[in-house]
T-cell receptor, first 115, second 113 residues
């Protein structure tokens, strides 16, 4: 079984400040890890994914995440926040089984960006 | 370039009524999923279909049924709606394996009164 814990349901940063959204996972097999973003009244969009290649993964809109096996973490960062980054962010894990399995999502972190 | 299309976008039901949420994808994806999203709980898997002709229960299947009508379409049915089923429902699809990531529809906001 796999699970995801996102620390902090709400994070507030100033425009131009570093964004750090935390995600820790639990998986009995090597995982695939994902970050999704959800803007108000929209579906989820894939930001980036880790699928056992490079441990530092770059995504869209300047976001990146680093897979750290020893810490079972996959934190999302962006050097400089923009107002348009305000949204809800979900971390998700899927075990690598070679066949279609299921994504397990965290409970989400709402990012607020202030002037 | 539609991706995943869900209908309807909004629906209000009375307790005990039934309805079907429709989902269609035009990306030739094999696997399709239904999730519900509730505040503070993230997304929880209701049912999924790994490939055409197969369906399986997810984490919260009670009160729901699904039909994989063909490769493109995957519907979710509420036979007798309850207030606890008030939620936002998302359909998603992926090519074969989850390493591709899911493509999500824009959601159906359902209120049961």
């Amino acid at each position: 079984a796999q699970s995801v814990t996102q620390l902090g349901s709400h994070v507030s940063v100033s425009e131009g400040a570093l964004v750090l959204l935390r995600c820790n996972y639990s998986s009995s097999v090597p995982p695939y890890l994902f970050w999704y973003v959800q803007y108000p009244n929209q579906g989820l969009q894939l930001l980036l994914k880790y699928t056992s290649a490079a441990t530092l993964v770059k995504g869209i809109n300047g976001f990146e995440a680093e897979f750290k096996k020893s810490e079972t973490s996959f934190h999302l960062t962006k050097p400089s926040a923009h107002m348009s980054d305000a949204a809800e962010y979900f971390c998700a894990v899927s075990p690598y089984t070679g066949t279609a399995s299921k994504l397990t999502f965290g409970t989400g972190t709402r990012l607020q960006v202030t002037l | 370039n539609a991706g995943v299309t869900q209908t309807p976008k909004f629906q209000v039901l009375k307790t005990g009524q039934s309805m079907t949420l429709q989902c269609a994808q035009d990306m030739n994806h094999n696997s399709m999923y239904w999730y519900r999203q509730d505040p503070g709980m993230g997304l929880r898997l209701i049912y999924y279909s790994a490939s055409e002709g197969t369906t399986d229960k997810g984490e919260v299947p009670n009160g729901y049924n699904v039909s994989r009508l063909n490769k493109r379409e995957f519907s979710l049915r509420l036979e007798s709606a309850a207030p606890s089923q008030t939620s936002v429902y998302f359909c998603a699809s992926t090519r074969v394996w989850d390493r591709d990531g899911y493509t999500f529809g824009s959601g159906t906001r359902l209120t049961v009164v």
